[in-house]
């Protein structure tokens, strides 16, 4: 994604957490200094209305700053895929597995994004999403997820799915659930389930059963060119389908659900002073 006339930024920010008010005021600085235009959306986006009505308040920004966590960031990209717009994260919360740039980092990228054709200081990283189908009584309805996707019980209740992976039958697996992210989700509910971490420059997904009844089901990464379809198995079962976080909607042996890698990317402005497996190194406190 290349450098293009900025006019207008949409900011989102969390505004509970300690500096918010110093942050805020430094990139307003920056913005002002380049005539830029800015929307600041100050509310809670974490349910899906909001971010469905935030899209249609930022269709028109040229890029968006996300001033917050990984679930404040995870909302902008969510709303900046409908319209391939690229996010900077400023880094402002508790973890920071995706949104590790610290503020005055960001500062230094945000001002040579606006000022020059250069970018010594940050690269646009395309990050791999997720395209989800759920069919029903001939009634097909697509999501996007840039995190995961999660087919989970919802009373109690083991859930007994039906595994394919590019139409051939792969396992009958009796869980809690599964797990279907990309490289950016990998680190996510996916990594507490027992998944590999997965480089965010690949186009893969990993496969993960949540609190399988069988030790011999292993995770899975599977490429690109590959989809996985689940359904129930059992007629009187009912799960909960979860795209990054939000519940979808209920599942039952009536649905099947498929998914693979779409074609579409987001775009997250990344620090060029560190590599993917320095974060690792730094966040998960690997040697010394």
Known sequence: MNNKKINTVGIIVTTFRENTEEILNNVYNILDKHDITYTLIEYDISYYKSISEVSVMFCSVDMIISIGGDGTLLSALKIAIKCNT???????????????IPPDEAYTILE?????????????????LLHVSTIRNNVTKNYLAVND???????GRVIHLDIKISDRVVSYLVAD??????????????????????APQIDAMSFVAIAPHSLAFRPLVIPKEDNIEL?????NLKAMLTIDGY?????????????????????????????????LRYKLNWGR
Do not use: H, W
Not at 231 to 235: D, N, V
């Open 86 to 100: 690229p996010v900077l994260p400023i880094y402002n919360g508790t973890l920071g597995f995706i949104s590790e």
């Open 112 to 128: 040579e994004y606006l000022s020059s054709d250069t970018n010594t200081s940050y690269k646009i990283e395309p990050r791999v």
């Open 149 to 155: 996707m999660v087919i989970s019980k919802n009373d």
């Open 177 to 198: 659930g599964v797990v279907v992210a990309t490289p950016t989700g990998s680190t996510a509910y996916a990594l507490s389930a027992g998944g590999p971490i997965l």
């Open 231 to 235: 359904s129930l198995a059992k007629t």
């Open 247 to 279: 519940d979808i909607c209920e599942v039952d042996s009536d649905t099947i659900i498929k998914t693979q890698i779409s074609n579409k990317y987001c775009y997250i402005f990344q620090s060029s002073n560190r590599l993917f497996y320095d974060i």
